[in-house]
């Protein structure tokens, strides 16, 4: 049951694999902390009413598809139903539901061919402890925030605000060019301590674009400072 990357690589780049809504499904569960995620969340993340049936059958339908391309036969399955979804995933049932995770070599495929992008999880972390004094040579370490690695309220957060920092007013693109287009940090504006299972991101009330150096500042304390207070302490130091 266990492909390859050029076997998913494969079946991805065929006509017919990849439907609607798959590439947001999948971007979600790996920019999700830990790359893993619930059907309540991936549900809500997605819009849809049902906690469990969207994640269910997309996941399963993905993978019965990627199956069906490679001749391959139903997986085991749980309660008289094969579990298709296991093509392209691992799962397990926790304190929080039941969680799913991607296959490495599923995302090794889907990063390969663009699918995802490996590098979004990177360079747009919110830090939640303040920066620490380094000597060279050193390692930081940060925490990333689930709802500023989920790409679609990424995306939406900049189609609503544009990439320029909301604190400082700079823009990547205007100062480097092509190298710099679309580049720019997200803040999640609530707590993390705030926000309950239930929380559903808002992407335009929520998230605030900015650039690194006005989010790093912005957690410079705890709880984060507010975007006011920073910009009002750099007028006040120009």
Request: charged fraction near 25%.
């Given at each position: 049951m ?23 499904m ?15 969340q ?43 979804w ?22 090794d ?23 620490p ?22 995306k939406l ?44 991101i ?18 410079q ?18």
């Open positions: 266990n492909l390859t990357k050029e076997q998913y690589k494969q079946a991805l780049s065929s006509d017919g694999i990849l439907k609607d809504g798959n590439i947001e999948l971007a979600f569960i790996f920019y999700s902390d830990q790359c893993e995620a619930t059907a309540p991936i549900a809500s993340a997605l819009g849809y009413s049902d906690t469990a049936a969207p994640a269910n059958s997309i996941l399963g339908n993905l993978g019965k598809r990627i199956a069906k391309f490679h001749s391959m036969e139903a997986p085991e399955r749980n309660r008289n139903k094969p579990c298709w296991k093509i392209i995933a691992h799962g397990e049932q926790r304190s929080e539901g039941f969680v799913w995770w991607l296959k490495d070599n599923f995302v495929a889907l990063i390969e061919l663009q699918l995802l992008d490996e590098g979004d999880g990177k360079l747009y972390p919110e830090l939640v402890t303040g920066l004094i380094l000597n060279e040579g050193q390692v930081m370490t940060v925490s990333v925030n689930v709802f500023e690695r989920n790409p679609i309220a990424r957060c900049i189609q609503h605000y544009g990439a320029s920092c909301v604190v400082c007013n700079f823009d990547f693109e205007s100062r480097y060019g092509e190298l710099g287009k679309g580049f720019i940090h997200v803040h999640h504006l609530k707590e993390l301590s705030s926000i309950g299972k239930e929380y559903k808002d992407p335009v009330a929520d998230l605030r674009p900015v650039c690194p150096n006005c989010h790093a500042m912005l957690h304390e705890r709880p984060a400072i507010t975007i006011e207070r920073l910009r009002e302490m750099i007028d006040s130091n120009t």
